[in-house]
T-cell receptor, first 113, second 113 residues
Framework: EAGVTQFPSHSVIEKGQTVTLRCDPISGHDNLYWYRRVMGKEIKFLLHFVKESKQDESGMPNNRFLAERTGGTYSTLKVQPAELEDSGVYFC???????????FGNGTRLTVT | AQSVAQPEDQVNVAEGNPLTVKCTYS??????LFWYVQYPNRGLQFLLKYITGDNLVKGSYGFEAEFNKSQTSFHLKKPSALVSDSALYFCAAPSGGYNKLIFGAGTRLAVHP
């Protein structure tokens, strides 16, 4: 089966610009998660979708971040406007149920200059 | 607050020798604990989990982990290291949801020929 895919793999943008990250989960996985690792620190939870609904978005850092999962398939994470501290690696993960292991994508490395 | 800690930034071991990557936890209730591995330029991969039962948990690629309640530890082990085991290892525990994970800072394992 195809794994979790994320696009782009790298993105370099200037402060104040907008960036949209995309995640395609494993087919049939209703649960989709976003995590990020900023500046080599701990990986932090951002939010959790079940199908198209946001189950938990308690980890979203502020209102510059907007995640969507229209139709319950792929998800996008938009950062607008980007700030320097948003630089890091953004991981998407999916799971078949809320109690099965996570399958992670390779991540998107975001650099804000 | 729930937390996991990985006290070592890096572990160096010679190929063929046993390896240990340390993790300690502070969680309320019965702990669920996970180990994930990240190979270069890849996403995190699930290695193993402790839910309940035997304190020695076996996982992928010959890895195992020992749950020790009195020491609040969940160290990852392998009897004989391979150069291909060189990667970044993360200990994790749920916090408010099975797959809403808190991660340790990660330990880089370097296995030398």
């Amino acid at each position: 089966e195809a794994g979790v895919t994320q696009f782009p793999s790298h993105s370099v943008i200037e402060k104040g610009q907008t960036v949209t990250l995309r995640c395609d989960p494993i087919s049939g996985h209703d649960n989709l998660y976003w995590y990020r690792r900023v500046m080599g620190k701990e990986i932090k939870f951002l939010l959790h979708f079940v199908k198209e609904s946001k189950q938990d978005e308690s980890g979203m850092p502020n209102n510059r971040f907007l995640a969507e999962r229209t139709g319950g398939t792929y998800s996008t994470l938009k950062v607008q406007p980007a700030e320097l501290e948003d630089s890091g690696v953004y991981f998407c993960a999916s799971s078949q149920t809320g109690q099965s292991p996570l399958h992670f994508g390779n991540g998107t490395r975001l650099t804000v200059t | 607050a729930q937390s996991v800690a990985q006290p070592e930034d890096q572990v160096n071991v010679a190929e063929g020798n046993p390896l240990t990557v340390k993790c300690t936890y502070s969680v309320s209730g019965n702990p669920y604990l996970f180990w994930y591995v990240q190979y270069p330029n890849r996403g995190l991969q699930f290695l193993l989990k402790y839910i309940t039962g035997d304190n020695l948990v076996k996982g992928s690629y010959g890895f195992e982990a020992e749950f020790n309640k009195s020491q609040t530890s969940f160290h990852l082990k392998k009897p004989s290291a391979l150069v291909s085991d060189s990667a970044l290892y993360f200990c994790a525990a749920p916090s408010g949801g099975y797959n809403k994970l808190i991660f340790g800072a990660g330990t880089r394992l370097a296995v030398h020929p």
